[in-house]
């Protein structure tokens, strides 16, 4: 009977969400250690203070600091180097193309060392002025973390995948209260797939990480509040969001280009990397000495440009200063994320562009800049529309922040061949493909693809005949292998011609396969059978035929009736598994026009 479904999906998968959730509600108090971390060092570097406690108005501070504010970042950033130097090289970065890497690469294993030196290092770079976010920081060490307990449950490389990603979602979802968002990320950048083996038990740590997050004291959703109430938009602003979305591509383009020539500049200096983190640290430290708001985190920033508060004259050193900031100090290599700093920058630019549209509102047009500048750096135009509605719960503007986040997606798709978390991976050596879609294995089946004409050998054949008619090159057929089977052609096994050459040697016989014609008469077909046949059924897919002959090394199963596992239906090779690629390939690149209820080539037809 066919047992196909619409998803494969096993009991395990409940074991695995059981794990996933504890992992939730663990991120959850990560993510609270690393705001109070951040504290910490803030109010350590900038107020010379123990303290946790959070302090209003950070550039304030370090206006007030004038030129001794420019120290802070460099000492900040001479730090975060010896740690990497000395503790972890994995530290460097802003946290996502480190889990890419490790999910691709390092079979979703993650050292305990990452997660204890990622947040500490990260806490010490923001705390000192670094213009990053605690999302890329939280990500790596939720991720770290759920690796780490696959790893103590002896769990497969998927499910270490699915359990790290969990982690990393988990955690960002405690740090804005986005869970939505968060499941969104983690389809679009992270999971490389849309199963319910990973995606069931990601959205409930999500779950579990939102539910515990209030009790830990953190804001409850959504995270800025008390913002102006929006009206939903008319044909002339929804074409609006469509010039901010084109505006926020060429922006992201820019800022992606700018990280990494930073990167090439560094690379470049004659001294050791550990040193790099200090000269970012002065860049932050001489921008931030222009232009303080650029510095840290950066939320109080955030809410000010969905309030609509900042004017121009603010608003342009604010976009030219963290951008500069920012990109420089990544390209050093130091510890720190991209989601707030992208926020800022995408608000600040979408309030500029306000004062020349139609609808002449700042706090709108900053919130749909922020989306659109995610959907286009990050190539995640989900994650940034569904982020941005979470962040304010304000509905009214979906359609807006739909158009502009995939109009930006769309620019930096055509325009920017890999993404600014991408870029990183592939300068390791790496390729990795974005792109969704159902594999072509996985819609065909078995019986659409294999060969029902099967030759078969006879379990009674002498072994001179079966020579003779099946593997010398004057025989009637020249394959590799053949199916035995007995009088009333029920399978028994298979005969390979490397299975007959090694049993020919076994026996003490010519390796070329000849010897005394009385000995050959005596052994018969039957005899030579080595293993049992690797079967399949013509109803599976030609996925799990694949993985069949991956698993038991072999290039052909012999497909059986689903009534009688003896009984021989068909052959399915190698090459027969091309077919579902090779009339994919041809969807693609055929141009056909049907006209008339008969198809001509697009190619080759008149208008």
């Not at 510095?295 to 508060?309: F, T």
């Not at 490397?498 to 050959?520: F, I, P, Q, Y």
Request: with cysteine; net charge neutral; glycine share 10%.
């Amino acid at each position: 009977m066919n047992q196909k479904g619409d998803f494969t999906a096993e009991a395990r998968l409940l074991w695995i969400s059981c794990i996933a959730i504890g992992i939730g509600a663990l991120c959850a108090i990560l993510a609270w250690v690393l705001q109070r971390l951040i504290y910490f060092f803030t109010n350590l570097f900038y107020y010379q203070q123990f303290s946790f406690l959070h302090q209003e108005d950070l550039w304030k501070r370090a206006d007030a600091l004038g030129l001794w504010g420019i120290i802070i970042p460099v000492v900040g950033g001479l730090i975060v180097g010896l740690m990497a130097r000395y503790g972890s090289e994995r530290i460097r970065g802003h946290g996502i193309p480190e889990a890419l890497e490790a999910i691709l690469i390092g079979r979703s294993r993650m050292s305990p060392k990452v997660a204890i030196l990622k947040p500490l290092s990260s806490a010490i770079s923001i705390g000192s002025g670094g213009p990053f976010g605690a999302e890329g920081p939280i990500i790596m060490t939720g991720g770290a973390c759920g690796s780490i307990i696959a790893q103590v449950f002896q769990l497969t490389a998927a499910e270490r995948k699915t359990l790290l990603v969990a982690g990393a979602a988990g955690g960002m979802t405690a740090t804005f209260g986005t869970p939505v968002a968060s499941v969104l990320l983690a389809v679009e950048l992270l999971l490389f797939e849309w199963k319910p083996r990973s995606l069931f038990p990601v959205a409930l740590a999500c779950a579990m990480a939102m539910m515990v997050r209030p009790n830990l004291g953190l804001e409850a959703a959504p995270l800025f509040k008390n913002l102006p109430v929006h009206n939903a938009l008319e044909m002339q602003g929804m074409a609006s969001a469509g010039v901010v979305g084109v505006l926020a591509g060429v922006f992201a383009l820019l800022l992606t280009l700018s990280v990494y020539t930073w990167e090439d500049l560094f690379h470049r200096l004659p001294f050791h990397w550990m040193w790099w983190p200090a000269l970012g640290g002065l860049s932050i430290g001489i921008g931030g000495y222009f232009q303080p708001r650029a510095l840290g985190v950066g939320y109080d920033i955030i809410e000010d440009l969905l309030k609509g508060d900042l004017e121009v004259k603010i608003l342009i050193p604010l976009i030219l200063v963290k951008s500069f900031i920012w990109s420089s100090s990544l390209g050093s290599g130091t510890s720190g994320g991209v989601l707030a700093p992208l926020l800022i920058m995408g608000g600040a630019l979408g309030a500029l562009i306000s004062h020349i549209l139609p609808n002449p509102n700042p706090s709108l047009w900053a919130l749909v800049g922020m989306a659109a500048i995610m959907g286009g750096c990050m190539r995640s135009p989900f994650t940034g529309l569904v982020f941005a509605l979470e962040l304010t719960w304000d509905i009214r503007v979906l359609p807006a922040l739909l158009i502009a986040s995939f109009v930006s997606y769309g620019f930096t798709v055509l325009f920017m061949k890999r993404s600014i978390l991408t870029e990183k991976v592939a300068r390791r050596g790496y390729h990795i493909s974005r792109e969704y879609s159902v594999d072509p294995l996985e819609r065909s089946s078995v019986g659409t693809v294999m060969t029902t004409n099967v030759v078969t050998i006879p379990a009674s054949l002498p072994v001179v005949e079966l020579l003779k008619r099946y593997f010398q090159s004057s025989g009637l057929h020249r394959h590799q292998a053949y199916p035995v089977v007995d009088e009333k052609g029920l399978l028994l096994g298979v005969i390979t011609r490397t299975n007959l050459l090694e049993d020919w040697v076994s026996r003490g016989l010519n390796a070329d396969l000849t010897s005394d014609v009385a000995t050959m008469n005596v052994i018969i077909a039957y005899d030579l059978i080595q293993r049992t046949p690797i079967t399949a059924y013509a109803w599976e897919s030609c996925r799990t035929a694949a993985e069949k002959m991956a698993e038991a090394g072999v290039g052909r199963l012999l497909v059986v009736a689903d009534d009688n596992a003896q009984k021989l239906v068909g052959i399915v090779t190698r090459s027969d598994l091309l077919k579902p690629r090779a009339r994919e390939v041809e969807e693609e690149i055929k141009r056909e026009r049907f006209i008339g209820g008969h198809a001509t080539n697009a190619d080759d037809a008149e208008d």
